[in-house]
């Protein structure tokens, strides 16, 4: 009997994203015990110039970058001998909740989603300013998803715990030794191999749901938690040599989806030889530490220190599957998606170039998802 061939499913599904769903370039790339099992590629990296999209093709990843910046945070933890328990007002007294904790800042639930006042993503002195002056709007257990002020945060904790900022740890610590295709600050050798983001379309009925009605009205706390840190507010200013340079730890990943099925790869301890990741920092990544109704998405959302799980019903089934059963992982606007499955080694990474418009990963995203769960 002819078996079918690996990932048949997986291939109908990317090509359907083609087909009916107006995928312009995209890439897939899954590994197992640090090997890369099954990689996929097609469409054009930009449509003007023709360029052909390639397996080395880069691309804005939005909030995917997330986990990659939580991490950095927790290695420096770790390497001071602290742990996510630790309070955050040991290192920035003036922060707006000093008594939470950095586990609590990672996971959402510091209620400062939305500033008081706008600050500007490229100064972090006055995005620093703007959360100390702001007052939270929810404390643990509540939580809601800090789409943008997440960066802010993290680079100035980073900063009190080892003096820099996320992008030039992340590229002394962990790209440049491990040789990955994922950078949080691009340099401009690599601006060829960009690829052109191009917005998506929003279907009717999606801006009558919950979600979409607030973001839409201005001035309420969902609006202004998507705006309230300026400078990077549209597609087109993401394709800008500035947006590539940003740096931003909530939304400035720029990578392959091999690089950024690499980095899970290094996570579950699987770096070529090379030890980065200890496992504790693992392991504060993958365990779900809040769940339930986001102030924010509108939806029900799990977080650990850093990246989004699934949700889990109170049978134990997962609400629904993004990350695998056990997993853990981020999406980005428009689709791009990583993420791992420790127990089985696995992980995979998604990127492309035409944006789909959904509160989480629409149908492009999740019907890859599901192939490449079901083999």
């Known amino acids: 009997m002819t078996q079918p061939p690996p990932f048949e499913n997986l291939v109908r599904a990317f090509d359907a994203n083609f087909e009916r769903h107006g995928e312009i370039g995209a890439s897939i790339s899954l590994w197992a015990h640090g090997e890369e099992i099954f990689s996929l590629h097609r469409g054009l990296a930009d449509v003007k110039t023709g360029m052909a999209w390639r397996e ?19 290695l420096a933890l770790h390497r001071r001998g602290l742990t996510p328990e630790t309070e955050v007002g040991e290192f920035w007294p003036r922060f707006p909740a000093p008594f939470l904790t950095f586990g609590d800042v990672l996971s959402h639930q510091a209620g400062l989603a939305a500033l008081a006042r706008p600050a500007d ?79 998506g379309k929003a279907a009717p009925a999606l801006l009558h749901t919950p979600f979409y009605e607030q973001y839409f009205k201005k001035g309420s706390p969902i609006h202004r938690a998507f705006s309230s840190i300026t400078g990077l507010g549209s597609v087109h200013l993401m394709n800008t040599p500035r947006a ?101 080694g696995f992980s995979m990474a998604y990127t492309m170039n035409a944006m789909e418009i959904s509160v989480l990963p629409g149908e492009k995203t999740s019907s890859l998802v599901r192939a490449a769960l079901a083999g």
């Open 56 to 74: 080395d093709t880069l691309v804005p990843i939005y909030s995917a970058t997330k986990p990659a910046s939580a991490a950095c945070v927790l």
């Open 121 to 199: 993503l490229f100064d972090l002195e006055d995005c620093v300013s703007a959360i100390e002056a702001t007052r939270p709007a929810w404390l643990p257990p509540m939580h809601g998803y800090h789409p943008h002020t997440y960066g802010p945060i993290l680079d100035q904790l980073m900063v009190s715990l080892c003096g820099e900022r996320i992008g030039s740890f992340w590229e002394r610590e962990v790209r440049a030794p491990l040789g990955l295709d994922f950078y949080i600050g691009l340099p401009e050798s690599e601006f060829h191999r960009v690829g052109t983001l191009y917005p």
């Open 244 to 344: 590539r340079t940003s740096a931003s730890p909530a939304s400035g990943g720029i990578a392959t989806a091999r690089g950024l099925a690499r980095f899970y790869q290094a996570l579950l301890g699987y770096c070529g030889g090379r030890k980065v990741f200890p496992p504790e920092v693992l392991s504060w990544l993958s365990a779900r530490r809040v769940q339930g109704n986001d102030l924010t998405l509108l939806e029900q959302t799990a977080f650990s220190c850093g990246a989004m799980c699934d949700p889990v019903l109170p049978d134990g089934a997962p609400l629904r599957t993004l990350y695998g059963r056990h997993g853990f992982g981020h999406t980005g606007a428009g689709g791009a998606h990583g993420f791992a499955e420790p127990a089985a």
